[in-house]
Protein backbone atom coordinates (compact mmCIF):
# COMPACT_ATOMS: atom_id res chain seq x y z
CA UNK A 1 0.00 0.00 0.00
CA UNK A 2 0.98 3.17 -0.87
CA UNK A 3 2.12 5.72 2.20
CA UNK A 4 1.03 9.17 2.54
CA UNK A 5 2.69 11.79 1.98
CA UNK A 6 3.68 14.40 4.67
CA UNK A 7 5.78 18.00 3.76
CA UNK A 8 6.43 20.59 6.18
CA UNK A 9 8.97 23.01 6.09
CA UNK A 10 10.76 25.55 9.01
CA UNK A 11 12.30 28.74 8.20
CA UNK A 12 16.05 29.33 9.09
CA UNK A 13 15.46 32.31 11.44
CA UNK A 14 16.86 31.30 14.22
CA UNK A 15 17.63 28.57 16.76
CA UNK A 16 15.01 26.41 17.66
CA UNK A 17 13.12 27.43 20.90
CA UNK A 18 10.56 25.08 23.08
CA UNK A 19 7.23 26.90 20.94
CA UNK A 20 8.79 25.35 17.61
CA UNK A 21 9.39 21.99 19.59
CA UNK A 22 5.76 21.65 21.03
CA UNK A 23 4.39 22.78 18.10
CA UNK A 24 5.88 21.03 15.21
CA UNK A 25 9.23 19.40 15.66
CA UNK A 26 8.15 17.01 18.38
CA UNK A 27 4.78 16.38 16.21
CA UNK A 28 7.15 15.51 12.93
CA UNK A 29 9.32 12.86 14.78
CA UNK A 30 6.48 11.07 16.13
CA UNK A 31 5.30 11.00 12.31
CA UNK A 32 8.38 9.93 10.92
CA UNK A 33 8.56 7.41 13.58
CA UNK A 34 5.27 6.01 12.91
CA UNK A 35 6.22 4.17 9.85
CA UNK A 36 2.90 5.42 8.31
CA UNK A 37 4.43 8.36 6.04
CA UNK A 38 7.07 9.01 3.34
CA UNK A 39 8.17 12.03 5.29
CA UNK A 40 9.97 15.48 3.36
CA UNK A 41 11.34 18.09 5.95
CA UNK A 42 12.95 21.24 4.56
CA UNK A 43 14.95 24.16 5.49
CA UNK A 44 12.78 26.80 3.77
CA UNK A 45 15.68 29.37 3.03
CA UNK A 46 13.84 30.69 0.04
CA UNK A 47 10.94 31.78 2.28
CA UNK A 48 13.43 33.47 4.35
CA UNK A 49 14.20 36.07 1.88
CA UNK A 50 11.03 37.96 2.69
CA UNK A 51 12.81 39.17 5.94
CA UNK A 52 15.59 41.14 7.39
CA UNK A 53 19.12 38.97 7.31
CA UNK A 54 23.11 39.50 6.67
CA UNK A 55 24.19 37.23 4.00
CA UNK A 56 26.40 35.24 5.90
CA UNK A 57 23.81 35.15 9.47
CA UNK A 58 21.52 33.52 7.08
CA UNK A 59 23.70 30.85 5.51
CA UNK A 60 24.98 29.90 9.39
CA UNK A 61 21.76 29.89 10.38
CA UNK A 62 20.82 27.41 7.57
CA UNK A 63 23.51 24.85 8.80
CA UNK A 64 21.92 25.41 12.39
CA UNK A 65 18.37 24.94 11.92
CA UNK A 66 18.87 21.46 9.40
CA UNK A 67 21.42 20.73 12.57
CA UNK A 68 19.07 21.18 15.37
CA UNK A 69 16.22 19.58 13.44
CA UNK A 70 18.48 16.16 13.55
CA UNK A 71 19.23 16.82 17.01
CA UNK A 72 15.92 16.94 17.58
CA UNK A 73 14.93 13.58 16.04
CA UNK A 74 14.53 14.06 12.41
CA UNK A 75 16.24 11.14 10.87
CA UNK A 76 18.12 11.26 7.39
CA UNK A 77 17.69 8.14 6.72
CA UNK A 78 14.01 7.67 7.75
CA UNK A 79 13.20 11.36 6.28
CA UNK A 80 13.85 13.06 3.61
CA UNK A 81 15.76 16.56 4.79
CA UNK A 82 16.77 19.15 2.84
CA UNK A 83 17.65 22.99 1.88
CA UNK A 84 14.74 24.10 -0.06
CA UNK A 85 16.48 26.18 -2.45
CA UNK A 86 19.26 23.04 -3.45
CA UNK A 87 16.11 21.94 -5.25
CA UNK A 88 15.19 24.86 -7.94
CA UNK A 89 11.71 23.80 -8.49
CA UNK A 90 10.43 25.09 -5.73
CA UNK A 91 10.80 28.64 -7.45
CA UNK A 92 10.05 27.11 -10.44
CA UNK A 93 6.77 26.28 -9.57
CA UNK A 94 5.78 28.92 -7.42
CA UNK A 95 5.65 30.97 -10.50
CA UNK A 96 4.12 28.54 -12.27
CA UNK A 97 0.96 29.27 -9.50
CA UNK A 98 1.71 33.09 -9.35
CA UNK A 99 0.02 32.64 -12.61
CA UNK A 100 -3.05 31.03 -11.55
CA UNK A 101 -3.76 32.17 -8.46
CA UNK A 102 -5.88 35.26 -8.35
CA UNK A 103 -4.51 38.67 -6.12
CA UNK A 104 -7.53 38.73 -4.28
CA UNK A 105 -7.10 35.13 -2.40
CA UNK A 106 -3.70 36.58 -1.45
CA UNK A 107 -4.82 39.70 -0.74
CA UNK A 108 -7.02 38.28 2.02
CA UNK A 109 -4.12 36.34 3.69
CA UNK A 110 -3.73 37.67 7.21
CA UNK A 111 -0.11 36.55 7.69
CA UNK A 112 1.10 38.90 4.87
CA UNK A 113 -1.12 41.57 6.97
CA UNK A 114 0.84 40.49 10.24
CA UNK A 115 4.08 40.55 8.91
CA UNK A 116 3.90 43.76 6.76
CA UNK A 117 2.93 45.48 9.79
CA UNK A 118 5.96 44.17 11.51
CA UNK A 119 8.18 45.08 9.04
CA UNK A 120 6.87 48.20 7.74
CA UNK A 121 10.49 49.58 5.84
CA UNK A 122 10.32 45.76 3.90
CA UNK A 123 7.12 45.54 2.81
CA UNK A 124 8.20 43.00 -0.37
CA UNK A 125 6.26 41.13 -2.79
CA UNK A 126 7.77 38.17 -1.61
CA UNK A 127 5.73 38.86 1.94
CA UNK A 128 2.48 39.03 -0.59
CA UNK A 129 3.15 35.77 -2.90
CA UNK A 130 4.96 33.97 0.15
CA UNK A 131 1.89 31.34 -0.66
CA UNK A 132 2.26 30.26 -3.37
CA UNK A 133 6.11 29.22 -2.55
CA UNK A 134 4.24 27.06 0.25
CA UNK A 135 1.93 26.10 -2.48
CA UNK A 136 4.43 24.86 -4.21
CA UNK A 137 6.54 23.47 -1.59
CA UNK A 138 3.47 20.88 -0.68
CA UNK A 139 2.54 20.29 -4.33
CA UNK A 140 6.04 19.38 -5.82
CA UNK A 141 6.07 16.09 -3.81
CA UNK A 142 2.38 15.41 -3.64
CA UNK A 143 1.58 16.18 -0.17
CA UNK A 144 -1.24 14.17 1.31
CA UNK A 145 -1.45 14.80 4.34
CA UNK A 146 0.09 18.36 5.73
CA UNK A 147 0.25 18.31 9.73
CA UNK A 148 -0.25 22.50 10.78
CA UNK A 149 -1.30 24.28 13.67
CA UNK A 150 -4.00 26.81 13.48
CA UNK A 151 -1.71 30.14 12.08
CA UNK A 152 -1.00 27.91 9.39
CA UNK A 153 -4.63 26.81 8.31
CA UNK A 154 -5.64 29.43 6.06
CA UNK A 155 -2.09 29.00 3.50
CA UNK A 156 -2.57 24.92 3.40
CA UNK A 157 -6.70 25.92 2.22
CA UNK A 158 -4.93 28.00 -0.33
CA UNK A 159 -2.86 25.36 -1.21
CA UNK A 160 -5.93 23.38 -1.59
CA UNK A 161 -7.70 26.10 -3.67
CA UNK A 162 -4.06 26.02 -5.81
CA UNK A 163 -4.41 22.52 -6.94
CA UNK A 164 -7.95 22.81 -8.08
CA UNK A 165 -7.22 26.30 -10.12
CA UNK A 166 -4.56 24.30 -11.93
CA UNK A 167 -6.76 21.17 -12.36
CA UNK A 168 -9.78 23.32 -13.59
CA UNK A 169 -6.98 24.75 -15.86
CA UNK A 170 -4.71 22.32 -17.22
CA UNK A 171 -6.37 18.90 -16.17
CA UNK A 172 -6.54 16.95 -13.21
CA UNK A 173 -3.03 16.24 -11.99
CA UNK A 174 -2.80 17.86 -8.21
CA UNK A 175 -4.49 16.33 -5.62
CA UNK A 176 -5.39 18.42 -2.60
CA UNK A 177 -4.10 17.78 0.46
CA UNK A 178 -5.71 17.41 3.76
CA UNK A 179 -4.93 19.00 7.18
CA UNK A 180 -3.84 17.04 9.67
CA UNK A 181 -4.41 19.75 12.60
CA UNK A 182 -2.35 19.38 15.55
CA UNK A 183 -2.89 19.93 18.88
CA UNK A 184 -0.30 22.99 19.59
CA UNK A 185 0.22 23.85 23.12
CA UNK A 186 0.19 27.43 22.86
CA UNK A 187 3.59 28.19 24.65
CA UNK A 188 3.82 32.34 25.26
CA UNK A 189 7.04 34.59 25.62
CA UNK A 190 8.27 34.37 29.13
CA UNK A 191 8.65 38.30 29.22
CA UNK A 192 4.78 39.53 27.63
CA UNK A 193 2.96 35.73 28.47
CA UNK A 194 0.53 37.58 26.36
CA UNK A 195 2.01 37.33 23.38
CA UNK A 196 3.49 34.17 21.55
CA UNK A 197 6.74 32.68 22.23
CA UNK A 198 8.96 33.88 19.84
CA UNK A 199 12.93 35.00 18.61
CA UNK A 200 11.45 38.46 17.35
CA UNK A 201 10.90 39.86 20.67
CA UNK A 202 14.10 38.96 21.72
CA UNK A 203 16.06 36.49 23.51
CA UNK A 204 14.97 36.53 26.76
CA UNK A 205 11.61 35.57 25.75
CA UNK A 206 12.24 32.03 24.72
CA UNK A 207 13.92 29.42 25.78
CA UNK A 208 16.03 27.74 23.14
CA UNK A 209 16.55 24.05 22.71
CA UNK A 210 20.34 24.64 23.30
CA UNK A 211 20.63 26.66 25.68
CA UNK A 212 22.61 25.71 28.65
CA UNK A 213 20.91 24.72 32.12
CA UNK A 214 22.55 28.08 33.34
CA UNK A 215 20.66 30.10 31.14
CA UNK A 216 17.42 28.28 31.39
CA UNK A 217 17.52 28.82 34.98
CA UNK A 218 18.51 32.37 34.37
CA UNK A 219 16.07 33.15 31.98
CA UNK A 220 12.79 31.40 34.30
CA UNK A 221 13.89 33.54 37.12
CA UNK A 222 12.86 36.23 34.74
CA UNK A 223 9.82 35.02 33.87
CA UNK A 224 6.90 36.70 34.62
CA UNK A 225 4.46 35.21 37.14
CA UNK A 226 1.59 37.05 39.22
CA UNK A 227 1.29 39.26 41.80
CA UNK A 228 -0.22 37.63 45.10
CA UNK A 229 -3.37 35.78 44.87
CA UNK A 230 -3.51 36.18 40.87
CA UNK A 231 -3.29 32.75 40.53
CA UNK A 232 -5.27 33.74 36.85
CA UNK A 233 -2.51 35.49 35.44
CA UNK A 234 -1.23 33.94 31.85
CA UNK A 235 2.55 34.77 33.08
CA UNK A 236 1.67 31.10 35.78
CA UNK A 237 -0.58 29.71 33.14
CA UNK A 238 2.48 29.96 30.87
CA UNK A 239 4.31 28.07 33.47
CA UNK A 240 2.53 25.31 34.50
CA UNK A 241 1.92 24.55 30.32
CA UNK A 242 5.50 23.95 30.41
CA UNK A 243 5.46 22.02 33.40
CA UNK A 244 2.89 19.83 31.82
CA UNK A 245 5.15 18.94 28.95
CA UNK A 246 8.07 18.88 30.13
CA UNK A 247 8.16 18.21 33.96
CA UNK A 248 6.96 14.83 35.91
CA UNK A 249 3.05 14.38 36.43
CA UNK A 250 3.75 14.25 40.09
CA UNK A 251 5.57 17.91 39.63
CA UNK A 252 2.55 18.81 37.44
CA UNK A 253 0.09 18.29 39.92
CA UNK A 254 2.14 19.38 42.94
CA UNK A 255 2.52 22.81 41.55
CA UNK A 256 -1.57 23.24 39.74
CA UNK A 257 -2.56 22.68 43.19
CA UNK A 258 -0.01 25.30 44.81
CA UNK A 259 -1.24 27.60 42.27
CA UNK A 260 -4.99 27.12 42.74
CA UNK A 261 -4.80 27.24 46.50
CA UNK A 262 -2.22 30.12 46.75
CA UNK A 263 0.59 28.71 48.49
CA UNK A 264 3.18 28.07 45.30
CA UNK A 265 6.30 29.39 45.42
CA UNK A 266 7.21 30.50 42.08
CA UNK A 267 11.30 30.08 42.74
CA UNK A 268 10.75 26.70 43.35
CA UNK A 269 8.34 26.12 40.79
CA UNK A 270 10.56 27.96 38.12
CA UNK A 271 13.45 26.15 39.84
CA UNK A 272 11.72 22.63 39.21
CA UNK A 273 11.05 23.37 35.78
CA UNK A 274 14.54 25.03 34.92
CA UNK A 275 16.18 21.55 35.68
CA UNK A 276 13.30 19.57 33.99
CA UNK A 277 13.69 21.40 30.74
CA UNK A 278 17.77 21.12 31.05
CA UNK A 279 17.07 17.41 31.51
CA UNK A 280 14.91 16.85 28.60
CA UNK A 281 17.45 18.85 26.07
CA UNK A 282 20.38 17.29 28.04
CA UNK A 283 21.28 14.75 24.51
CA UNK A 284 20.02 17.29 22.57
CA UNK A 285 22.91 19.73 23.41
CA UNK A 286 25.53 17.26 22.89
CA UNK A 287 24.18 15.86 19.22
CA UNK A 288 23.91 19.29 18.19
CA UNK A 289 27.69 20.23 19.27
CA UNK A 290 28.71 16.97 17.58
CA UNK A 291 27.09 17.84 14.28
CA UNK A 292 28.53 21.47 13.72
CA UNK A 293 31.63 20.73 14.65
CA UNK A 294 31.45 18.24 11.59
CA UNK A 295 30.62 20.18 8.60
CA UNK A 296 31.29 17.32 6.49
CA UNK A 297 28.87 14.89 8.13
CA UNK A 298 25.72 17.52 7.91
CA UNK A 299 26.85 18.78 4.59
CA UNK A 300 26.21 14.62 3.02
CA UNK A 301 23.18 14.24 4.75
CA UNK A 302 21.84 17.29 3.30
CA UNK A 303 22.91 16.94 -0.38
CA UNK A 304 21.87 13.42 -0.15
CA UNK A 305 18.18 14.63 1.06
CA UNK A 306 18.50 17.16 -1.57
CA UNK A 307 19.03 14.61 -4.35
CA UNK A 308 16.12 12.54 -3.00
CA UNK A 309 13.69 15.60 -3.14
CA UNK A 310 15.30 16.80 -6.66
CA UNK A 311 14.39 13.42 -8.12
CA UNK A 312 10.61 13.29 -6.77
CA UNK A 313 10.57 17.18 -7.72
CA UNK A 314 11.61 16.89 -11.21
CA UNK A 315 9.30 14.16 -12.44
CA UNK A 316 6.65 16.63 -11.04
CA UNK A 317 8.05 19.69 -13.06
CA UNK A 318 8.14 17.24 -16.27
CA UNK A 319 4.41 16.25 -16.14
CA UNK A 320 3.51 20.27 -15.42
CA UNK A 321 5.30 21.77 -17.78
CA UNK A 322 4.06 19.14 -20.55
CA UNK A 323 0.53 20.20 -19.18
CA UNK A 324 0.91 23.96 -19.50
CA UNK A 325 2.64 24.10 -23.04
CA UNK A 326 6.07 23.96 -21.74
CA UNK A 327 7.59 21.10 -23.54
Known amino acids: MKKKVIFSGIQPTGNLHIGNYLGAVKNWVALQNSGEYDCYFAVVDYHSLTGDMKPQDRHDQ????????????????????????????????????????????????????????????????????????????????HGTHIPVGEDQIQHVELTRSTARWFNNKYGDYFTEPELMITETPRIKSLLEPIKKMSKSLGAGHVIELADSPEIIEKKLKKAVTASEGDASAPGVDNLLLLMKHFATEDQFALYTKAVADGTVRYGDLKSDLAEALANKFSSFREKREALLSNHDVIAEQLFAGAERAQATAQKTMDVVKEMIGLR
Open 62 to 141: IVRTAVELIAAGIDPEKSTLFIQSQVSAHAELAWIFNCITPMAELERMTQFKDKSARQEKNINVGLFTYPSLMSADILLY
